[in-house]
């Protein structure tokens, strides 16, 4: 068994945000000694899957679904699949922002709008921006098209 102390340092978490990981369910003491929570050691791996979960951009709410009744990992594959869409999404549209800044920067044209390669980036981002998720949702179908 480890104190909240000891499961803070060995696992980098805040003792606020592990009391509040608890009150959420997240993760759960097994005892109290004296005023302090005692954790049983597999409490380190489930807080390694919530800051995993974290990293990926899964909510709380999405993490605490992902673990069972008895408290072990019991995470839906699609839902890992859809993320990982996501992730690729994000990618492509920070590689294309990475290029149109990288060009805006050393383009020699006189003017960035007579720039042939600048009005196509500016139509590529357009395109993306019209048919990528509605902000907030995140979700695979729930893309929009605006015209």
Do not use: W
């Given at each position: ?5 000891e499961v803070a340092e060995r696992s ?134 605006v015209e």
């Amino acid at each position: 068994m480890m104190d909240i102390g000891e499961v803070a340092e060995r696992s980098g978490v805040l003792p606020s945000t592990l009391r509040y990981y608890e009150e959420v369910g997240l993760i759960r003491s097994i005892s109290r000694h004296g005023l302090r929570r005692q954790f049983d050691a597999d409490v380190l791996l489930k807080l390694s899957l919530i800051e995993l979960g974290k990293a990926a951009g899964f909510s709380l709410a999405e993490i605490a679904g992902m673990f069972g009744k008895d408290g072990r990992p019991n995470i839906p594959r699609d839902q890992l699949h859809a993320k990982a869409d996501d992730l690729q999404r994000q990618m492509l549209d920070l590689r294309m922002l990475r290029d149109a800044l990288r060009h805006v920067a050393e383009c020699p044209a006189p003017s960035h709008l007579e720039c042939p390669t600048f009005r196509k980036l500016l139509k590529a981002a357009t395109r993306r921006r019209l048919t990528r998720p509605a902000s907030g949702t995140g979700r695979r179908g729930s893309s929009r098209l605006v015209e």
